[in-house]
């Protein structure tokens, strides 16, 4: 927090309507997070990264123009946005089915902002903002898989849970959008959980506890893997 | 339980929420009160087969037609209800 | 048969080979003055009432299984009379009057024990709402006392106080709820009932109803053969829509399962009722030293007697955020029931459309509590045709004229009562 922020006890009432607040950004888990290891000791099993300051953009289809939707959007990223629980990349965009006639454009750098994609789907879709509406989390190592099961009902093996398969599902009833992407260099599978900002703290901490008994490593990243 | 969402796949049931008979229509405005009465209380309560609405708000948030035995809890069939997304089923 | 101390030393002394059965397992006649269809806690209570209270005694009890096979023999056996709304307030208490003198009234022992109910409160929200509740009781002489954290820890020292995302505050207690065992209940009205000459038949469903030419009824068709009756009273619990559409009737009520489960027998832990204020959990120590717990409906229509996981997982996800330490508790049971959920949440005890067919229903996931007061009430309305006064809120056409008595103030979705 920058040092011009005031706490609110000290404000007088008639002096409130100046008041300075601080806009600065920061993670909804930047309290909960604590880099390093938790939990048992030794090699950790589950690798949790938070990936923050990314953009996040929703684009649902109007009423009756899901076909309209598709052309532009493949004119502007190049491959078909996913029409089933899927997640595809390219090279500086992630698109993830979210429902459906809707998906979600994850980027960085500000190149698909809502700004940016407003023309591309003006006359087909609606666009919501959710860059800092919701926290990323990156689940991998060799027990990632292990502490998610705890979590989710959804059957994670490889045949059932290929790399691009996506889900809009529930983790300790709190609603995600869940997908895998391509595996880490040493072959590990890697999941991605979106939560809503406000309940990703609780959901944090329920990570932890899944993981602590496989030994975890923490930290963050401004890095999309 | 377990529905199997058309746009998610199967998924558990706690990630659904109940509204009940599909049946009962809201009557036009001018339908009188012994018809509201009707569609808020009464009910027809089937033992056996009957299509209901379910929502999957811990997945998709589509509402679903659901057809189930509620002797049974067998599902039978589960299509998506009119509005958003319902065109592309099966495509 | 009486019971007393002299029938058990006499049984005890012939090496119990003389008991007599509880009650007669009576054959249908042609004819009765009042046929019950029901018998369920509700169903037995009413043709006791009609004999002991109101000098009707040619009186028959249909059940289609056994007596205290749905869900007076499903239920987690809490008493309580803690309820806010008029209609409510007054009834449940006069039950509660009924239980404290049943033992002596049916001379058979159903194990009423006034352990206490206490419900907990987790927010200064939740404790104003309590103490509302626990002031309009008072006014209606009600016992009622409201406890804060202090007094909690000492009467419960193992409740998650401190580390819980809902911390304890305190609790609404009233002392003189309690528990009584289910089936004993069943069997003791069944018991006085038979004594004063009620037949009780079972394996008898009643598949119809005998109409004259007027509409009126006159007798049901039944599984063992059809069966004259002056005035027919409908007790069916979870299946009172079945039940009323073979007279044509649609009513505001949609069947819902509820669930209950027992654990493995431990040391006492828990002295009363207790209910969890942040989540849907509550639990009762039974006498062989089960904890005897439950929580939510299931949330959807149904007819099974059987729920699902999620409400499972749910309901001991609350026992671990009450009492962390009933976590290594291995669960032993499980099972469900099928509710009358009405509209508002309230039962439904009144005259129906259809003449000489009366309807008491609508007992949602209260109802043993209500078994003595309601079966005094259907007797004096199948007796005299007039509501009993702490009944007379309890109207079919309530939800017709606006006068319904939603405790919970959920409105018409009976999944969320
Ligand atoms: C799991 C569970 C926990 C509960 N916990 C509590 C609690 O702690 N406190 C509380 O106050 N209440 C509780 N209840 C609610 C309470 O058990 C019921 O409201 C009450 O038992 C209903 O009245 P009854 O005893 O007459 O019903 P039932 O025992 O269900 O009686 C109805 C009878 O009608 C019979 N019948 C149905 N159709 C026909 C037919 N066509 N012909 C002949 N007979 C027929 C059935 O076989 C049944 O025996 C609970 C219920 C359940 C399921
Ligand atoms: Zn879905």
């Not at chain 3, 056409?397 to 018409?412: C, S, V």
């Amino acid at each position: 927090m920058s040092n011009s922020a005031i706490p609110s006890s000290t404000i007088r009432m008639e002096d409130a309507s100046v008041a300075e607040f601080s806009w600065d950004i920061r993670s909804p888990i930047e309290r909960a997070l604590v880099v390093g290891p938790y939990g048992a000791l030794g090699e950790a099993g589950v690798s949790l990264t938070e990936i923050r300051n990314f953009d996040l953009v929703q684009v649902m289809a109007r009423r009756g123009k899901a076909a309209e939707m598709t052309k532009p959007a493949k004119a502007r990223f190049g491959v078909a946005a996913p029409e089933m629980p899927k997640a595809v990349s390219t090279a500086d965009a992630t698109l993830i089915w979210s429902g459906p006639d809707q998906f979600f454009v994850l980027s960085k750098g500000g190149k698909h902002t809502t700004e940016a994609l407003v023309q591309t789907f003006a006359s087909s879709a609606s666009l919501s903002d959710q860059s800092h509406a919701r926290v990323l989390i990156s689940i991998s190592g060799p027990k990632g898989r292990m502490m998610l099961a705890k979590l989710s009902s959804i059957d994670l093996h490889p045949d059932a849970f290929p790399a691009g398969a996506a889900a809009t599902t529930s983790m300790d009833h709190t609603s995600v959008t869940l997908w895998r992407g391509n595996d880490r260099p040493d072959g590990q599978a890697v999941f991605n959980v979106l939560v809503f900002a406000t309940f990703a703290e609780s959901l944090w901490h329920t990570m932890l506890d899944s993981a602590a008994e496989y030994g975890v490593e923490i930290g963050h990243s401004e890095d999309l893997a | 339980m377990r529905i199997v969402c058309p746009f998610c796949g199967e998924r558990e049931l706690s990630e659904f929420s109940y509204l009940g008979d599909a049946k009962p229509q809201r009557p036009v405005a001018n339908a009188g009160e012994d018809a509201v009465y009707d569609y808020v209380y009464l009910r027809d309560n089937v033992a056996g087969v009957m299509a209901e609405n379910w929502y999957h708000g811990g997945g998709c948030r589509a509402w679903l037609k659901v057809t189930r035995n509620t002797l049974t809890h067998e599902i039978s069939a589960v299509e998506p209800t009119a509005g958003a997304g319902a065109a592309k089923v099966g495509a | 048969m009486k019971y007393s101390i002299f029938s058990l030393a006499r049984a005890a002394l012939s090496g119990h080979k003389n008991w007599q059965r509880t009650w007669r397992d009576a054959s249908p006649k042609d004819h009765y003055d009042v046929v019950v269809i029901g018998g369920g806690g509700h169903g037995l209570a009413t043709a006791w009432f009609l004999a002991s209270e109101f000098g009707i005694k040619n009186v028959a009890v249909l059940e289609k299984g056994w007596i205290g096979s749905g869900n007076a023999g499903r239920n987690t056996t809490i008493i309580r009379s803690n309820y806010g709304l008029p209609g409510n307030t007054g009834f449940y208490e006069l039950s509660m009057k009924l239980w404290e003198r049943m033992e002596q009234d049916l001379n058979y022992n159903s194990m009423v024990s006034q352990r206490g109910v206490l419900n907990l409160y987790h927010s200064d929200a939740q404790r104003d709402a309590y103490a509302r509740r626990g002031n309009t009781m008072r006014i209606n002489g009600i016992d009622a006392e409201l406890l804060d954290q202090a007094a909690l820890k000492k009467m419960l020292p193992f409740l998650n106080f401190d580390h819980a995302r809902f911390p304890v505050q305190g609790g609404l207690l009233q002392r003189r709820g309690g528990t009584a065992r289910h089936d004993a209940v069943v069997w003791g009205y069944a018991h006085a009932a038979s004594e004063l000459g009620v037949d009780i038949i079972q394996n008898c469903e009643v598949t119809g109803f005998v109409r004259d030419g007027n509409g009126k009824v006159t007798g049901v068709e039944t599984s063992r053969g059809k069966i004259g009756a002056g005035k027919v009273g409908m007790a069916v619990a979870g299946s009172s829509s079945r039940v009323a559409a073979m007279a044509g009737l649609r009513l505001p009520i949609e069947s819902h399962v509820l669930q209950a489960f027992v654990s493995e027998a431990i040391k006492p832990l828990i002295p009363g009722v207790m209910t969890f204020g942040a989540g849907h959990f509550y639990v009762s120590q039974s006498d062989k030293g089960g904890l005897v717990f439950g929580g939510d409906i299931d949330g959807y229509n149904s007819y099974a007697q059987r729920g699902n996981l999620p409400v499972m997982e749910d309901v001991c996800e609350g026992g671990m955020a009450l009492i962390p330490m009933i976590g290594r508790v291995r669960l032993l049971r499980q099972w469900g029931g099928i509710m009358d959920m009405s509209m508002d949440g309230s039962p439904i005890i009144d005259k129906t459309p259809v003449d000489g067919l009366y309807l008491n229903a609508g007992w949602c996931y209260g109802g043993f509590k209500a078994t003595p007061a309601s079966g005094f009430v259907f007797a004096h309305l199948l007796a005299r045709d007039e509501s009993h006064k702490e009944a007379a809120l309890f109207r079919l056409d309530r939800f017709q004229r606006g006068a319904m008595i939603d405790e919970k103030g959920q409105g018409a979705q009976p999944n969320l009562h």
